[in-house]
């Protein structure tokens, strides 16, 4: 049991950056700008503190529920849960926040909204530990809505849509304004949302609870009565991924998140790596215990749906984003590429771990490495600000040579992105391998394939990107104005991070895996339903068996394209001994599939076609309307009309006529009496 | 207990004093008559709210004054958890936007009659006869809510027409004369079908109290009557088809009524919900699923029909359309909690559209422009106006923390329990949910249009409107706020008439 203070630390973590939401918008008038930087990093710090301490003292007692006596909806109390997953994700989103909000206090300074800026970045990580600690669907819910909707709000922080603050391009690709870019980002995973919502329902229609610990404990039963339904735990698997897939920017829901940097590089910071695209992944997670009880306890194999939803979609976003990556001219885009590719990997983790007799390895890979990611793409996108502001463009291409401008930035950089790449013993090897070699553990080979066929695309687009911003020709560089030291002590904060989670990567793997194994089987399902409890909770992680042939030839191959694509991109864009024109003019084959890459493989047309179709259809309703209008409010009124003159023209006045109608009626009465019916 | 006497028959009736009010004195105090309006009708919101502390601690509240022996009418009302929180809401609807009246009519009267001088008594006599009609709301959606009589239901449903069809005649905009008479017939045409059917279950019973609806069960008339009165409140409601009045009226109303209007229109569901549906279960099976598919199409069709329109009144008055299909989806399951979740959802609803609705009266009333095509911009000139639209849309689309998001979950949640065992219920509940992703097109996509992006050069010196405007709307977003962080507000009243 926790102790009684203990159990106020969840909800210091969530409502403190909430207070300072409320206080930043509520002091809006003062425009004291320091007032709100310093409400955004003490509250963002607090979170933090908080969240250590609690770790601290429940990572060992965990799973703990804390219930509230408040009703959220009938028969659903508030509840918060306190697991290795929640209190590992609330440090990893709590801390890389914190640095965020540093790196904000010296970016936004002289920036307009600064009090909506802060009010909202408080709101967004505040809504994001209440996802995380939450025990109910309901709770979950509040969080997932509130993250998209402050993320949409972030997103659109320049709103007045200045040509400046556009993004995409260069001409002939299209540009976006601010507005667009935020609205695109909350209607795509609006549409993920609502699936997930009727899932969550239908869940609820059979457990007829929201509490995830009795969602977990019951999972035999309810789970045995949705699947009587030919197709219908299939379906609800499939919606229920809806939410996580968009949220976590995944095939075919993932275009909304190359516009989402249209907002202040923080913003996109946070989007990348402590918030939003985050919480897909771990309600993934959440979700993973009930459907493995499905498959593995229960041998329900339409809760398969669940896992290769996740791995297969996983594994094409991975390549997908990995290869446009590769293309990508501006910088931020670049990195928005960079974390669909890794959330890709996430999920693809997930999958296979919900595939895998004992998940708990596979979860402890995969949240090892979204841990690493939210480091090293934080970091990334703090460099990205200040090259962006050095060199005044957003384009890679018309950057370079910042490394004789910016030594320290571009030392920083090498270390983040040699982790991205997955260069040993840094922080993007470990998780990023073991995801890998799981996958073809469990019998995925495709999703595998191209998993592993991501490993070198994306060594070539990170050096690619190095090469670009930071080697070659010296582009005209403006002075930055921002304190420099406040943006490059959070990133070399980041940057040793990299370092110390790749350095103690086989322990803290090890040890989250011990915590998730003890955390799986406190829930009865998985504890009396499933055969292989006893193997659950003897079963050595992945990595552990590294002396499995198998394993070592998939990371040396991984090693090896690495390098192989490293290099290449290496004399390409830093050493620049071949010119990417020269290149592309010599195999028209790349330079289609460059240009189709650009083009974003016409996914990103098809969103627009498909808004388009609803324009049409708007269309189709006016008409529609049109008809029924005019039909009830024209033709009615007319028919009476003309029926009100046909029957006035019976009124003439004359006496005559009258006598007669009295006369008529009159002997139509007697008539009526003398045959009864009167 | 509460310790105010006749607290139900005061809150019926105290709204008159206002309106008698407005005609001794309104010609004498113009606009200011107004603050006296409001400050009886929060008379009025103070006693309900004792009422729903009442309820909420279990007590049922009765009263009943006979009016007319034979045939044996009385008004009998009843303060239940399906009653109490419903007559609570539209009370406060209706003193918000009393307060919110009091800029917005001088505004209609300078535009529709001119700068009226002291002393002008054509112009005083508009606020006199506004503020006299303005209290027939309060009485007829209070009345409405508050009622456990047929007849006298059809009498609440009455008496707002007669103010809607006067003071749309007075300050309504486009061909405001011909709109009045086209809201008048609409109305009394629905009102008349539910007067029919009302009759029919009276002669069958010889009482008129909705407690002995129930008797109705195998009398001769009872199909008759049930679907008459069905269908004169689904006119009401705007089922797609029956819904050609609601571009029109709702979107040439003037504007402080028109979060009424919506809540009126609204008020369809609740009457359904307590005159057939609980009542009268067994009777309406049979059109149970049907009923939910016609929902199912008018809350696609309407939401498309929102968005296709450029006109920003006309965008919030078709809006209305496919969000009271939220609340008949769940009446027509005729589940007992999934009522309760429609009506939960009719509430925030009501609140969401008062404050969307105001909010479009605010930036006609500031940029006299009504085509968002020429709009843009405006969030940097109206801040406040900006946010209280988002507000608004986050409550429609279901957004934490206003009351939407808890209604929405009220709403599916018992909706999808009682359909696990009926496929086609269980999918027209599905695409129900789906369709929910329109909302928030139809809501931000204005939003974006409206105040976002550079703004039109004459607009530059735009201004937000008076406090006196968007005072009375950010209390509606405070209410809404309350009922989505603390949904047992409303969720455990709700409950226990369930």
Redesign the interface.
Known sequence: MLAGWAMALPWIAILTPMSGALLSALLWRTRAEKLFSIVGISSSLVSFTASCILAYIAWAISPVELKAT?????GAPLCLLLDPLSLFTAIVVSFTAFMIMLYSAGYMRGEPGQARYWALMCAFLSSMLLLVFSGDL?TM??GW??V??CS?ALI?HY????PERWVGGPPPEPMY?P??C??KA??TT??G???T??AI??I???S?S?VLTTLYDTAGSWLTALAR?PGMLALTSI?LMGGPLSKSAQFPFHEWLPEAMAGPTPVSALIHAATMVKAGVFVVARFLPIFYTGLHSLGLWEASAFFFTAAYLGAITAFLAAAQGCVASELKKALAYSTMSQLGYLMLGLGASGLSVEPASGMAATFYHLAAHAIFKSALFMMAGIAIHVAGTIYMDKMGGLKKILPTTWLLTLVLISSLMGVPPLSGFWGKDAIISLSLHVGLIAPFVLALMTVPLTAFYTTRMLGLVFHGREEKAQREERPLYLLLAPLAVLSIGAIVLGLSAPFLMGSLTQSLQSSLLTYKAIEVLSPSASALSEAGAPWQGATNSQELIISASSLAFIAVAGWAACLIYVKRRIRPEVLLARAPLLRRLRSALRMRLGLNSAYYIMAGL??F???S??A??RC??TF??SWI?RAVEKMASAIRKLQTGHLGYNLAYLATVISALMLLLAMGVV | MVLVPYVLLQAIVIPLLASALSVLVGKKLGPKMGWLTGGILIYQTALLALACLDVWQGHVLIERYTWTSSPGVSLYLVADGLSAPTALIMSLICTCLAFYSIDYVRYRVEVLYGRGEAGDTGSERCYAFYYALYPFFSVGLVGLALSWDIIMIWFFMEVPIIAFYFLIDLLGYEDRHKIALLCALWFITASTLFMLGALMAYVELGDPSLSALPALVGKPLVRWACALMALGLLVKAAVFGLHVWIPWVHANTPTSLAGILASYANMATYVLARTLVLPLPDILKTFSTPLMAWALLTMVYGALLTLAQDDVKRLCACSTISQISYSLLGVASLDRGAVAGGIFYMLSHCLGKAILFSTAGLIVYRTHERDIEHMGGLGRLMPKTAVLWAVGSMVLSAIPPLSGFQAEIALFSTLFSSTTGDPMKLAIAICGVLATALTAAYTFWPLKRIFMGSSRADLKSLREASASMSIPLIMLAVASALIGVWPGLISELLSTAS
């Open positions: 408040a009703l959220w909806a009938p309901i819910l509040v809505k509130l998209g909707f949409y659109s709103y007045t849509d200045e304004p507005s667009h935020g609205l909350l209607l609006t549409v949302d609502v699936m919502l009727s329902f239908i609820y229609a059979y007829g929201f339904v919606l609803i324009l259809l708007r269309r309703v006016r529609v309307e029924l209008d009830l409010n009124p």
